[in-house]
């Protein structure tokens, strides 16, 4: 079945960097793409970024351009989100979620809860 | 980029009710257009893709119409197990952004 699991919650200092993977299994991960989603406590979804992991090729939200960069190791099929310059507005659940393209996510990771603290 | 809105924000009902939650888009986007389900401390749920396709296991008094710049999402007849918080999400160009959400509450 397909499956999307996250690494676990991070505790990070203002101006640090945060790395989230996401480990996905039972479909052919080039196939479809991976999206970032974050979620701040209480509030609503926003779209971080997106990967095709065939290609690798990356399409970033304007508000997190130069922040993050998405990667993808296509040996473990996994994929990567990397944020950097985190502060206390980053503090958030953030999902990977499996793509069908213009239809939407149709499984998603169980999500990551980041925390950014001094 | 894409806006969605999406209203209302807070809908309070009772168990049978029907409800439609809308959302509007600033430019068409044909029928690019899935709603979500997300229950308190877990991951958003597809319920409908293309504005009106349902997703395979969900119960069919869910509902979903629309197209270009307007769209649904109907409840047929409450039950208890759908208050929860309800967003769409465009998906006609990136970033596919999101509706504000809406948060349905028992009444």
């Known amino acids: 079945q397909v499956q999307l699991e996250q690494s676990g919650a991070e505790v990070k200092k203002p101006g640090a960097s945060v790395k989230v993977s996401c480990k996905t299994s039972?479909?052919?991960?080039?196939?479809?793409?991976l999206h970032w989603v974050r979620q701040a406590p209480g509030q609503g979804l926003e779209s971080v970024g997106i990967i095709n992991p065939s290609t690798g090729g990356t399409t970033y939200a304007q508000s997190f351009q130069g922040r993050v960069t998405i990667t993808r190791e296509t040996s473990t099929n996994t994929v990567y989100m990397e944020l950097s310059r985190l502060t206390s507005d980053d503090t958030a659940v953030y999902y990977c979620?499996?793509?069908?393209?213009?239809?939407?996510?149709?499984?998603w990771g169980q999500g990551t809860l980041v925390i950014v603290s001094s | 980029d894409i806006q969605v809105t999406q209203s209302p924000s807070f809908l309070s009902a009772s168990i049978g009710d029907r409800v439609t939650i809308t959302c509007r888009a600033n430019q068409g986007i044909s029928s690019y257009l899935a709603w979500y389900q997300q229950k308190p401390g877990k991951a958003p749920k597809l319920l409908i893709f293309?504005?009106?396709t349902l997703q395979t296991g969900v119960p069919s008094r869910f509902g979903g119409s629309g197209s270009g710049t307007e769209f649904t999402l109907t409840i047929s007849s409450l039950q208890p197990e759908d208050f929860a918080s309800y967003y769409c999400q465009q998906l006609n160009s990136y970033p596919y952004n999101f509706g504000q959400g809406t948060k349905l509450e028992i009444k």
């Open positions: 979620a499996r793509y069908l393209t213009m239809f939407g996510a149709d499984y």
């Open positions: 039972g479909y052919s991960f080039t196939s479809y793409y």
């Open positions: 293309s504005a009106s």
